[in-house]
């Protein structure tokens, strides 16, 4: 009797011809719902079982249900022919983004058996000449079958050995659920033998010894066991004395360890690949070497057989070196193991040479408490129910192990600095200070601004030094300045006549990176502004009485005092009749907004550049058609001359026209709300827009006379009839006076296979760009030239803005020290200091 290993989770792909008997063995060996078959998916989307045209949706079908199984960690049968190679590559390649083991099972038969089986099978009868080319394509595929990324293949001859075979199910080498401790969960010891033995002894093990007086084992007498987080080699004084223990106490049972990456080097280089002999890894080979060919061996042995991670206690405890991030959990594949021994790096090296890696652990929410390694910090800590163990003790720090499920943490002292640092040890809080106090060295020279989720934003010193100035000297007080918005990016030049941006582009920007599910919001004449209402003054450490503020996007107060008062008392009045405050369960919130009119802040410009503009040019067009008009009355040739001058006559006119629709009284002061920004506990960048704008509707609609409504269209790429309604509200906007609209994914918060994509994308209508390229920016010769303009800087300026902005205002809903947020706000400014065609 064959015995077919397979794991409890995860792909097994049915291979064989026609007639080969698949369904028989599928329905003998697994249960109904865990087969999924070719013909029965084509029954589902055709009523036909046989029905090979639908074989294309039939298999589109069976993918999605398989994803979805594989998803929730299910084992899951496909019983399909499975003799090509492209179809066995589509289906790997689903295991692969799911994690997950897949396995093969070939039946092998005799053709002339597939071909008699098939006479027999009535109304699914497939051409004798279908199974011969099936036959032909396992027989070739059976030479390559084991490259193809298979766990296991197995291959079952004849009736006979398919008849008798039998299937046994393993659990996955990481699952030890049923595990429940006591444990003692040990941080990196990277060769402190001496540290190891006072903190086991500390944790009331017993060591065993060898004859040589080495110490070889250590048991604890309630039977606790020891779990080692990886790193046990390199930089210390004694790495073989910790593996001659650790090897030890994993043998007798009492303890488990996972791998670090130095295990992970050291395996390569026993095996004789290239690797770079730094870090400590030169001595350990060297005590290797001292120790003899036999312990090598056992060594070698020991850390290749380490598993990625362990989930323990029913799948409460997870022990991973370089922590892991709840979907990786008891999973299998080449991407779990490298995020559970090198964590999540950025591609960014810090200004110490150092791989920046994203602190996962901020963003954790799983149920499963993770206790890790790899970065050492100056204390254990617990950060969303995970816990780095790795305090530095060969940095001359600790050695900390976590007592589970007490959650108690034991630590020893080092007895010497091994190692020095290359960086120095951080906490895992980041760095402790009083949480109000802000330094110049915070908003000086060159920076590396780290975010929880998003990676790491530099800020050049020439950067700093130009956001000093404005900071120092116009913005609000940092006590509220919580937040600025980003720049935000055009569409890129539009191919439309007469058009420089059209909607086109900014859709074709999402449909690339995978985002289908857009609004169009209305773009309001405005400007920009952040608005912070708060019922509760000592939550910002303000002055009692203190109702908030409003601040432009570069963090300079809007208003003067009496007037803003004003409107901060009319603003708490509508929240408190809309009942906002129940619904963000919070007494503050922050709206991001346009105030309008334009002309409030802008003036000056109207006055002084604007009228100016269209003054001179009305006058100088008048006076050189009059002139050109009497030269035609003479019968000169100025046909061409006089057609130029009319035409710039009706630009000019046009560019008044454009900046006079956004003049309007002071006293019609008005707040357009299109996004609620955080909250206590909360910020909302991952709300979508829909939830915004009905809070924004609830808003206008209960104080008409302060907050507007943001006028808006939902667009679904994949529907060309929704394209079309979208461009032509669009269209009907700008034709109307609008300045245009912005193009946001519906989801808000986005990441596309290469990274975080825009927020949004400005798309303006033709007249308003005149104030921004001037009167005659259509004009033919004008207008191929502006195409040329290029939107990649400030595409990448615009999200690293974005990110910090999210960064800034999450650590203000959950408290955290006014000086980090004011950091992050700084960079923001500091980033658009940073010379960019202002017309983008």
């Known amino acids: 009797m064959s015995q077919l290993q397979l794991p409890e989770s995860g792909l097994v792909l049915l291979v064989g011809v026609s007639g080969s008997g698949k369904s028989s063995f599928a329905a003998k060996h697994f249960q109904k719902f865990e087969v999924l078959s070719s013909d029965f998916f084509r029954g589902l989307v055709s009523n036909d079982e046989t029905n090979q045209s639908v074989t294309a949706a039939a298999f589109e079908a069976l993918h999605f249900v398989a994803a979805k199984r594989l998803e929730a960690g299910l084992l899951t049968v496909v019983d399909a022919t499975n003799v090509q190679r492209a179809a066995r590559q589509s289906l790997i390649q689903l295991a692969k983004e799911h994690d997950v083991l897949v396995s093969a099972i070939v039946l092998d038969l005799p053709v002339e058996t597939c071909l008699a089986r098939n006479a027999d099978r009535g109304a699914k009868r497939v051409p004798a000449s279908a199974i011969v080319r099936q036959h032909q394509q396992l027989r070739k595929s059976m030479r390559s079958l084991r490259k193809e990324g298979f766990a296991r293949v197995h291959i079952l001859h004849g009736e006979e050995e398919i008849s008798a075979a039998n299937i046994h199910r393993h659990k996955l080498l990481n699952d030890y659920r049923e595990h429940h401790g006591p444990f003692d969960v040990i941080g990196d010891v990277h060769g402190c033998l001496t540290e190891l033995v006072q903190l086991l002894q500390l944790l009331d093990y017993t060591l065993t010894h060898d004859d040589s007086g080495k110490p070889v084992d250590a048991h604890h007498p309630e039977g606790r066991r020891v779990i080692f987080v990886g790193d046990l080699i390199d930089r210390g004084p004694d790495s073989a004395g910790v593996l001659r223990l650790a090897m030890g106490m994993v043998n007798s049972g009492n303890a488990l360890a996972v791998p670090g990456n130095h295990e992970h080097k050291l395996v390569r280089a026993l095996r004789g690949q290239k690797v770079t002999l730094k870090h400590g890894l030169e001595q350990t080979l060297q005590e290797l070497e001292a120790a003899g060919p036999e312990f090598t061996a056992q060594v070698k042995k020991f850390c290749d057989s380490l598993v990625s991670h362990l989930v323990l206690d029913d799948g409460k405890l997870v022990i991973a070196h370089a922590g892991l991030i709840e979907k990786y959990h008891g999973r299998a594949s080449g991407r779990v193991r490298a995020f559970a021994l090198y964590g999540q790096v950025t591609g960014e090296t810090d200004e110490y040479g150092l791989p920046v890696r994203y602190p996962w652990a901020k963003d954790y929410r799983g149920e499963a408490a993770v206790l890790y390694g790899h970065t050492p910090v100056t204390e254990v800590a617990w950060i969303n129910n995970t816990a780095c163990l790795d305090t530095g003790c060969v940095f001359g720090g600790q050695l900390s192990a976590m007592r589970y499920p007490e959650r108690e943490v034991v630590a020893v002292d080092a007895l010497q600095e091994w190692s020095p640092s290359i960086r120095p040890l951080e906490s895992p809080h980041g760095p402790q200070r009083e949480p109000g106090v802000l330094q110049l060295t915070d908003v000086t020279g060159r920076q590396h601004l780290k975010t929880s ?12 030094a130009g956001a000093l100035e404005t900071m120092s000297r116009y913005a609000t007080d940092p006590r509220w300045l919580r937040y600025l918005p980003p720049t935000m990016s055009p569409a890129e030049s539009s191919a439309r006549a007469d058009y420089l941006e059209h909607p086109d582009e900014a859709f074709a920007y999402y449909q690339k990176h995978g985002v289908s599910e857009l609004i169009c919001e209305e773009k309001h004449m405005g400007s920009r502004a952040v608005l912070l209402l708060s019922r509760n003054p000592e939550r910002f450490s303000a002055p ?8 432009t996007r570069t963090g300079r107060d809007f208003l003067e005092a009496e007037q803003e008062h004003q409107l901060l008392q009319r603003a708490h009045q509508i929240c408190d009749a809309i009942g906002l405050w129940d619904t963000l369960e919070s007494d503050w919130v922050i709206f991001d907004g346009e105030l309008l009119p334009w002309s409030l802040k802008a003036e000056a410009l109207i006055k002084d550049t604007y009228a100016t503009v269209a003054t001179s040019g009305s006058a100088a067009s008048q006076s050189t058609i009059n002139i050109l008009e009497q030269a035609q009355e003479r019968g000169l040739e100025v046909a061409q001359l006089l057609q130029r001058a009319r035409d710039r006559s009706r630009n ?10 956004y003049i309007a009284p002071a006293d019609q002061l008005r707040f357009a709300t299109f996004q609620i920004l955080a909250a206590e506990g909360q910020s909302f960048e991952e709300r979508d827009h829909g939830w915004h704008l009905a809070i924004a509707d609830k808003l206008a609609e209960a104080g008409p006379d302060l907050f507007t409504g943001t006028r808006s269209v939902r667009v679904n790429l994949n529907e060309a009839n929704s394209v079309a309604q979208a461009i032509a509200w669009w269209e009907e906007l700008t034709e109307s006076g609008g300045e245009g609209t912005v193009v946001k994914p519906w989801n808000n918060l986005t990441r596309g296979p290469k990274g975080w994509i825009q927020p949004g994308i400005k798309v303006r209508g033709r007249e308003y760009l005149r104030l921004i390229y001037g009167p005659d920016y259509l004009e033919p010769a004008n207008l191929p030239r502006l195409r040329q303009r290029s939107t990649d800087r400030k595409r990448a300026r615009a999200i690293q803005e974005y990110i910090l902005g999210i960064e800034a205002l999450r650590l203000t809903a959950v408290g955290e020290p006014l000086w980090k947020v004011h950091q992050l706000v ?14 983008l």
Not at 544 to 551: H, P, V, Y
């Open 652 to 661: 000019v006119k046009n560019f008044q026209a454009a900046y006079r629709r």
């Open 544 to 551: 009692e009485g203190w109702l908030g503020s409003l601040q």
């Open 453 to 464: 989720s998003f990676g790491t934003v530099r800020i050049d010193e020439q950067q700093a």
């Open 826 to 839: 700084f960079g923001i400014l500091a980033l658009e200091s940073e010379p960019i065609d202002p017309r």
